[in-house]
């Protein structure tokens, strides 16, 4: 195959065949663009599509920037200015604006414009193009809608709203601004707000729920910037690619620490030795793991067990059991029936 290489002379002899004004009408009736140009006196001249554009008969109207003015929305304008200094300043006419046609349809336009100078440098007139983006802009408010309310949803939200990736790294939080210690949360930085005997529970949760595309849904406790811990409910639903492949995950992680104590407080006082010897069991933690994880004693844990009715203890004794257990996995059950334990 004989390869063509254009030439310059060869495009410039291809000028010779082709009309200005025949060029200019073609991209105005193609694209439903319109041009216009302005002297250094103000002077304007519009292009048959400016006029399009605008609404306007050419045969009318005489083109002037008053003109133009009065045909932008009245929100849209800017302060009046001079039209000689179009010349000096070719941003007055420069953007996107709401026209308003003789027939009271509203138009969106975008003009771009350039000033040329003459021989000495000086400016000597302004030339811009304009097109209509109605439809653009109407594709765009959906969009803009959405944008809206996801703003209005950030600042809504109780607690703090966050973007994830499957193996489990925060990739962004969305509504951080007033929550200085956010930034902690950053890859796999939640990870390490955890007490370290939850760690593997919550790696295990989040384990499940990326391989099953199922919400993620767990409690947890997560360190405070002066070292104490409070319990948090964290939630996350994956959001789908268009392929139906998991994208992302997008999560919020609520403070629930008032209401787990009061929560605690209330079974605590029904938690009984079989409980806590299943719960026990259910993890495959020995006695001395368990007196480990709540500085309880061990033979304190034995004499617990060993009970068939509700444990007699101090109230917090009894809350740091139950809170071991839980954020470890386990469930306790306090229903009107025979109380049980399951893994959460």
């Not at 295990?204 to 409690?219: F, H, K, L």
């Not at 319990?231 to 209401?259: K, N, Q």
Request: net charge neutral.
């Amino acid at each position: 195959m004989r390869k063509i290489i254009t030439t310059g002379a060869e495009l410039r002899h291809l000028e010779n065949y082709l009309d200005p004004s025949e060029i200019l009408r073609f991209f105005e009736e193609k694209f439903g663009t319109g041009v216009w140009r302005c002297d250094a006196e103000g002077r304007m001249q519009w292009s048959r599509g400016f006029y399009g554009l605008l609404g306007l008969d050419p045969n009318a109207v005489a083109p002037s920037y008053a003109e133009i003015e009065r045909r932008i929305h009245p929100e849209d304008r800017r302060p009046q200015r001079d039209p000689r200094e179009l010349a000096f300043d070719r941003f007055l006419l420069d953007g996107e604006f709401r026209i308003i046609r003789p027939n009271r349809a509203l138009r969106w336009i975008r003009i771009q414009s350039e000033t040329f100078l003459n021989s000495a440098g000086e400016p000597e007139c302004v030339v811009g193009v304009a097109i209509d983006i109605t439809e653009q802009r109407r594709s765009l408010q959906p969009l803009k809608t959405d944008a809206g309310r996801y703003a209005a949803l950030t600042q809504v939200a109780g607690g703090l709203l966050w973007v994830g990736s499957q193996d489990g790294r925060i990739t962004a939080l969305l509504n951080a601004e007033d929550k200085p210690d956010a930034h902690r949360f950053f890859g796999k930085g939640w990870l390490d707000l955890l007490p370290e005997e939850e760690r593997e529970t919550a790696l295990r949760i989040w384990a499940a729920a990326a391989e099953t595309g199922q919400p993620y849904d767990v409690e947890h406790r997560l360190r405070q910037s002066d070292g104490s811990y409070r319990w948090y409910h964290c939630r996350a639903v994956p959001v789908p690619d268009a392929d139906g492949s998991v994208r992302e995950w997008l999560g919020i992680s609520t403070d629930v620490h008032e209401e787990r104590l009061s929560t605690q407080h209330v079974a605590t006082w029904r938690l009984t030795g079989a409980q806590l010897r299943a719960a026990r069991g259910m993890l495959n933690w020995s006695v001395k793991q368990l007196a480990a994880r709540t500085g309880i004693s061990a033979a304190v844990i034995r004499r617990l067990e060993e009970q068939n009715g509700l444990l007699r203890l101090p109230d917090e004794t009894l809350t740091t059991l139950c809170a071991t257990l839980s954020s470890a996995g386990i469930e306790f059950i306090f229903g009107a029936g025979k109380p049980g334990v399951r893994p959460r």
